[in-house]
């Protein structure tokens, strides 16, 4: 099936959805989604890169600011194309036929423009402002309009509508496929870089170049790490000097297409790499893809980070950095000190994708085990998800050292410790989908 038919099925199923969320909810008739505004830096001409609000992404494939989508049940969405006249910037805007095909498009010169033209729009009948909700950042911009505050980002919506962007379509989950085949390029450009003595920066430029986007256009910013520097979880840096005697690259690094994201991380070694280091690579690599065999339908996602505590102190024993019982380790949570993250999140136009903790399309929430704070999805899996399972082991000199004279120092063999330190660490980071059978992993296919 081709993007075309996957879309229109797409945009049938969010009007189903959004209509039987305004039922749901009661209030309101239609939805007003507005993608944002341009940000301006503190006392400055300049902005940050634009990133369209997510539930405006969730039905157009168009990152722009400022523009404005108008949901009636029953009805072909609207979609007013603000495209201003200016000769500072290129203000061109472009649809995919298959994209068009699903909208009525408004053509409009200002945003401000919406407001009288949402009277207009040829077989389409408005209800009272006061019945339609507003959804976005700029709430100034809502009431410019005559949307009064209690028409604004209304939470009982909100989080029906956070809810459901858990279980993607097919036309997502196609997008998200893509998405990891692009990043592939990237990563083994990636590892080519680094074979060759690569700098952080030249990883980095070679990641781009491979996937061919610029680094504004990346889902997150690049995690490109040597050596020590894979022990910071969200490392930002590209160091510029040479990488010619660096043992390890950590990258984490995605791409997106039509507003949907990858989430990929690997770990690369080189020939003069410590042996031990090379073997957990290959032990975290077996304990990833056991994990992701776990997952099926119906299983509280928390089990599947109990698994991975599981499989890292296991790890941590066969390797000799921990000793001890594996009942002892777990009970004195050791593996935590080396896996300080959750084992993965919920992933679709956003990186960390929203309604990770939901319980519920009503807003009941789930907090994470007491003992696992950092788990941010603690939901059930369902056919149709999406999510990042990544379990890591890292050395992180902020959380081992201050262990080094406290009550669990005895399970630890700090002589390897100080000698695999200077590797930083370990993740292994693969996206996949629910399925009615179990699991499809969407970032392990050939390119
Ligand atoms: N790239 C950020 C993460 O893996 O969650
Ligand atoms: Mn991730
Ligand atoms: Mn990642």
């Known amino acids: ?104 498009v408004q053509p409009l010169e200002r945003s401000a423009a919406i407001a009288e033209a949402l009277q207009g729009i040829p077989g ?34 909100l989080q029906w509508l956070d809810f459901q962007r858990a279980v993607k379509s097919d036309y997502e989950v196609a ?35 491979a996937c061919h986007i610029l680094d504004e256009e990346t889902p997150y910013t690049n995690i490109v790490a040597l050596d020590e520097k894979a022990a910071i979880l969200h490392y930002q840096h590209k160091r510029r000097q040479s990488g010619e005697r660096s043992q390890v690259l950590l990258i984490d690094a995605g791409c997106k297409v039509n507003g949907y994201c990858s989430d990929i991380t690997r770990t690369f070694t080189r020939p003069h790499t410590a042996p031990l280091f090379g073997d957990l690579v290959e032990a975290m690599t077996a304990l990833q893809q056991s994990l992701i065999r776990k997952v099926r339908p119906g299983i509280p996602y928390p089990d599947i980070h109990v698994a991975c505590h599981m499989g890292i ?45 939901m319980k519920n399309a009503r807003g009941e929430t789930q907090a994470p085990p007491p003992e696992y704070p950092s788990l941010r ?17 890292y050395f992180i000199p902020v959380l081992l050292d201050p262990e080094r004279d406290g009550p669990r120092a005895k399970y630890i063999d700090w002589d390897l410790v100080d000698t695999l330190t200077p590797l930083g660490g370990i993740r292994i980071e693969d996206n996949v989908l629910v399925t009615a059978g179990g699991v499809e992993n969407l970032t392990r296919v050939s390119i």
């Open 377 to 393: 999805t603690t939901r059930s899996t369902a056919i149709g998800q999406v999510f990042t399972i990544e379990p890591g082991l």
């Open 175 to 209: 997008c998200i496929r893509a998405a990891n085949r692009q990043a592939l390029l990237g990563h083994t450009a990636a590892r080519h870089a680094f074979e060759a003595g690569g700098s952080e920066y030249a990883i980095h430029m070679a990641y781009l170049q």
């Open 1 to 104: 099936m081709s993007y075309a038919q996957h879309y229109a099925q797409h945009i049938e199923r969010l009007l189903a959805l959004y209509t039987d969320a305004l039922l749901a909810t009661g209030n309101f008739e239609a939805v007003l989604i507005h993608s944002g505004s341009a940000r301006y830096h503190y006392a400055d001409d300049q902005t940050s890169p634009f990133r369209a609000y997510g539930h405006f992404s969730h039905w157009l494939p168009a990152s722009r600011p400022e523009q404005v989508l108008l949901i009636l049940p029953g009805q072909t969405p609207v979609y007013f194309q603000v495209v201003p006249t200016d000769f500072w910037y290129e203000q061109t805007a472009h649809l995919d036929d298959w994209v068009a095909a699903q909208w009525q």
């Open 313 to 357: 102190t296991n790890i941590l024993l066969q390797s000799g950095i921990c000793r001890g019982s594996a009942e002892a380790l777990l009970e004195h949570k050791v593996s935590t000190l080396f896996m300080p993250h959750g084992v993965g999140h919920l992933l679709g136009i956003q990186v960390h994708d929203v309604g990770g903790r």
């Open 124 to 157: 389409v009948e408005i209800p009272p402002l006061a019945r339609i909700a507003f959804l976005g950042e700029n709430t100034h911009f809502a009431t410019a309009m005559g949307l009064p505050p209690e028409c604004h980002n209304p939470s009982a919506l």
